[in-house]
């Protein structure tokens, strides 16, 4: 992200786009080009698409996001942006996303309704520790085709842990727990 919180534009001229990803539940998901208006269905999943997603290319975020998510700290970029209260098939349809991000947590009838829709649905399951939150990073990058962002945002998250690790020394006896508000 640049100064203001948001991630840069995205070009589309001259590429060639098609894709599939894997999905980790199972299932792959096929874009033939970049998505233009991305639904990210939930707060916990806001702060990883932020890092590497611009506003921009967002139709909507979810209203948690503007307090449970890091884009809370920066929200300028994110200020014009329709918001939805609730992952529900009629309220994120109406917004048209031309893809949706969202976890195995998310309403699975809002998942069926949007995909029966002829809409993109990603999914991914919860990242149990770090190493698994690093590969929905990866993975999200992949759908979004924005891999090199992911890398550079990857080895930025490598150089605060390493600090961290520096900073704590010898002590011991020291946890962290991992909290998804979905």
Do not use: N
């Amino acid at each position: 992200p640049d100064a203001s919180g948001a991630a840069p534009a995205v070009e589309d001229e001259g590429e060639s786009f098609a894709r599939d990803v894997r999905m980790p539940e199972g299932g792959t998901i096929h874009l033939e080009k970049r998505p233009q208006r991305v639904i990210v269905a939930s707060a916990s999943l806001m702060d990883t698409v932020a890092a590497i997603w611009p506003p921009s290319r967002l139709a909507a975020i979810p209203v948690q996001a503007l307090t449970w998510s890091t884009i809370a700290r920066k929200p300028a970029p994110f200020a014009m942006l329709p918001r939805f209260e609730r992952f529900d098939a009629e309220e994120i349809f109406a917004l048209k996303p031309d893809l949706v991000i969202c976890t195995t947590l998310s309403s699975g009838e809002t998942m069926s309704a949007l995909q029966s829709a002829g809409v993109p649905v990603f999914r991914l399951g919860l990242p149990e520790e770090l190493d698994g939150a690093r590969h929905d990073l990866k993975l999200i990058a992949s759908v979004l085709g924005v891999e090199e962002r992911a890398q550079e945002f990857d080895e930025l998250l490598q150089e605060r842990i390493e600090a961290l690790i520096r900073d704590v020394g010898d002590r011991t006896g020291l946890s962290a727990a991992f909290y998804v508000h979905d």
